[in-house]
């Protein structure tokens, strides 16, 4: 079972581990489902003996990253051969819509054109960055 605080610690301190547990103590009383993504894969699942081997080569400990390697890469890379998390996926999509939309950009302009009224000053440290940055959401989107 992964608790909120096993998690955050495995979050912060970057690690995790993969343990073999019996399907009871995993379920921890709750209902099992099964999700099956074999629909939203261009790649076959490999055969189920493959796929157990995968998963007891990776038993242990390894390094974590919420984005980058978390629980559903490892899934997906012992079912299908490919570690993807369509989750991190769409989330990365998400943040890249947000950050190139043209609102992020008069945004940025505006915050950019207010510290410059609050500072004071037009020292290139401070007019560069708030002219590239907005200029480079701008080219961006």
């Known amino acids: 079972m992964v608790t909120n605080k096993r998690l955050i610690f495995g979050v912060l301190a970057k ?3 993969v343990r ?3 399907l009871a103590d995993f379920a921890y009383g709750a209902q099992i489902q099964v999700n099956s993504t074999d629909s939203m894969v261009s790649v076959q699942p490999l055969i189920g ?3 157990a ?3 007891e080569k990776l038993i242990g400990s390894f390094s ?3 984005l980058w390697h978390n629980c559903e890469h490892y899934v ?3 079912r299908y051969g490919v570690a993807f ?3 991190t996926f769409q989330f990365c999509k998400t943040v890249r819509t947000i950050l190139f939309s043209r609102k992020m950009i008069f945004l940025s302009a505006i915050i950019g054109v207010f510290i410059i009224l609050y500072l004071g000053a037009m020292t290139p440290l401070i007019t560069l960055p708030i002219v ?3 200029f480079t959401i701008w080219m961006a989107s």
């Open 15 to 17: 690690a995790a581990s």
């Open 20 to 22: 073999v547990d019996p």
């Open 49 to 51: 003996e493959e796929v």
């Open 53 to 55: 081997q995968r998963a």
């Open 64 to 66: 974590y990253s919420l």
């Open 76 to 78: 997906m890379y012992c």
């Open 85 to 87: 998390s369509f989750q």
């Open 132 to 134: 590239i940055i907005p």
